[in-house]
T-cell receptor, first 113, second 118 residues
Framework: SQQGEEDPQALSIQEGENATMNCSYKTSINNLQWYRQNSGRGLVHLILIRSNEREKHSGRLRVTLDTSKKSSSLLITASRAADTASYFC?????????????FGKGTKLSVIP | DTEVTQTPKHLVMGMTNKKSLKCEQHMGHRAMYWYKQKAKKPPELMFVYSYEKLSINESVPSRFSPECPNSSLLNLHLHALQPEDSALYLC?????????????????FGSGTRLTVV
């Protein structure tokens, strides 16, 4: 079953601009992760933010988490053509037990050179 | 070695064939996963292996049969598939596994096997 819902479904920007993608989810989480997928191949893990964290940075990526609104955002600064890909948020359910990812529908990002 | 290797990359099979997908990792990860991804859709979990034992089967039809021969290998045996089973099959592994409660690392995915059932 899918938990996350990304917004927008598709985003087209010029190289150098910032890209913001949002993710909403429905149930309590242990953590939320963002992944990138190029051309329908394997997914690459970008960043993990725990439920008790509010913001996290990694290079040009900034992720925020608002557990009261059950939402997260991914900001890519100074975008490059190589950032063109689909981006998925994925949640891990709260509580003890299973480490399994449930993916949202994804945002397709196109960065125009 | 920080990779998950999946073979084959592409597979075309008839509905009466038996084939297997293979996944291998040498990172010492004790949890491994199979996901199915249809075009323009997110990946959907099929199976979870934790310490070589099947811990989750997401109501997957019996024509898909997983196997974990050892901690580095994960197979998915396919038999009597339908055309609607055509999809990208992704294998992943993780350093964290179920029961730990505290998950610090993401999954490492393979490049997938593009399966076409004719």
């Amino acid at each position: 079953s899918q938990q996350g819902e990304e917004d927008p479904q598709a985003l087209s920007i010029q190289e150098g601009e910032n890209a913001t993608m949002n993710c909403s989810y429905k149930t309590s989480i242990n953590n939320l992760q963002w992944y990138r997928q190029n051309s329908g191949r394997g997914l690459v893990h970008l960043i993990l933010i725990r439920s008790n964290e509010r913001e996290k940075h990694s290079g040009r990526l900034r992720v925020t988490l608002d557990t009261s609104k059950k939402s997260s955002s991914l900001l890519i600064t100074a975008s490059r053509a190589a950032d063109t890909a689909s981006y998925f948020c994925a949640t891990v359910a709260g509580g003890a037990g299973s480490y399994q990812l449930t993916f949202g529908k994804g945002t397709k990002l196109s960065v125009i050179p | 070695d920080t990779e998950v290797t999946q073979t084959p990359k592409h597979l075309v099979m008839g509905m009466t064939n038996k084939k297997s997908l293979k996944c291998e990792q040498h990172m010492g990860h004790r949890a491994m996963y199979w996901y199915k991804q249809k075009a323009k859709k997110p990946p959907e979990l099929m199976f979870v292996y934790s310490y070589e034992k099947l811990s989750i089967n997401e109501s997957v039809p019996s024509r898909f049969s997983p196997e974990c021969p050892n901690s580095s290998l994960l197979n998915l045996h396919l038999h009597a598939l339908q055309p609607e089973d055509s999809a990208l099959y992704l294998c992943a592994s993780s350093q964290d596994s179920s029961g730990q409660g505290r998950f610090r690392y993401g999954y490492t995915f393979g490049s997938g096997t593009r399966l076409t059932v004719v």
